[in-house]
């Protein structure tokens, strides 16, 4: 993966299967975790900020009752910018399987 992170021209997220260690917080029943590095500078300047790693939670539907426990490791966004702000994401999507195999899945 590191590999594939400093190789990356463009912002990357990579998508791992059945990661080991990861916080059930993180996983909510799922199987894999997206890593991204941005090129967006409004995300990087909010993690040099506040020297944490950023998550997106779109897709947990319980986050209100963890929140808390979320914020305490991350710098949590759930659909909050400021006005007008729109996320320049141009990602690539590579699925990294357990084996170390890869799936290009968007350029």
């Known amino acids: 993966a590191y590999d594939l992170f400093d190789m990356a021209e463009e912002g990357i997220l990579i998508v791992f299967k ?10 909510d029943n799922s199987e894999s975790v997206a890593v991204g590095i941005p090129t967006d500078t409004f995300i990087q300047k909010i993690v040099q900020m506040t020297r944490k790693p950023v998550a997106f939670f779109p897709l947990l539907e319980n986050i209100a009752a963890r929140k808390e426990e979320i914020q305490q490791t991350f710098t949590c966004f759930d659909g909050i910018l400021p006005p007008k ?3 320049n994401a141009p990602y690539g999507i590579i699925k990294l399987e357990k084996d170390g195999t890869f799936v290009l899945l968007r350029e």
């Open 18 to 27: 059945e990661l080991t260690n990861m916080a059930p917080t993180l996983l």
């Open 85 to 87: 702000q729109k996320i």
